[in-house]
C-alpha cells in the first residue's frame, strides 16, 4: 500500500484501515473546512511542498511524519498555526531556531494562501452557547 510521509492525507492511511469510524470522522471535518484549507489539504503539490521545506532539515521519517501529521492538525483547526514552532521543537527535538525557520517556511510555501483561516479561532466541538464556567443548573433540571 501506498504511504506517503509527506501527504497529509496519506500518512495516516495505514491506521484508517483499522479505524473507519475515525476516516469517517477526519474526511466529514475534511468537507466542512473553508476552501483555502481543503485546497492546501488535497493539493497535488502540498506533499511536494512538505518534502521540499522537510529535507532541508535532514529531518529521520518518522520526524518527517510527526510534521504531516502537525501540519494535518494546523488544516483541520485542530491546532494554532502559532503552536506549529513550539510543537516542531517538544516533538522534533528540533533545537529553537530550527523549529522557528521550520514553522515560517511553512507557513510562507504552505499555509500563506489561507493564512486569513488560521490565525483566527480554532473549531471546537463546544457549542457557543455552552456554560462558560462549566457549571451545572441542577435546579433546571426538574422543570
Request: aromatic content about 6%; proline content about 6%; glycine content about 2%.
Amino acid at each position: 500500500m501506498y504511504k506517503s510521509i509527506y501527504d497529509p492525507i496519506e500518512v495516516d492511511a495505514e491506521y484508517f484501515l483499522e479505524h473507519e469510524r475515525e476516516e469517517d470522522a477526519f474526511y466529514q471535518k475534511a468537507r466542512s473546512l473553508p476552501e483555502p484549507l481543503v485546497d492546501i489539504l488535497f493539493g497535488e503539490d502540498t506533499p511536494e511542498i512538505i518534502e521540499r521545506t522537510l529535507t532541508r532539515y535532514n529531518l529521520t521519517s518518522k520526524q518527517c511524519e510527526e510534521t504531516t501529521r502537525l501540519i494535518k492538525k494546523i488544516l483541520l483547526l485542530e491546532l494554532p498555526l502559532e503552536e506549529l514552532g513550539p510543537r516542531a521543537r517538544s516533538t522534533l527535538g528540533l533545537d529553537p531556531e530550527a523549529s522557528r525557520q521550520l514553522s515560517q517556511e511553512l507557513t510562507e510555501e504552505l499555509f500563506s494562501t489561507a493564512l486569513e483561516h488560521l490565525t483566527s479561532t480554532l473549531t471546537t466541538d463546544t457549542p457557543a452557547s455552552a456554560n462558560p464556567n462549566n457549571v451545572i443548573n441542577l435546579r433546571d433540571q426538574n422543570r
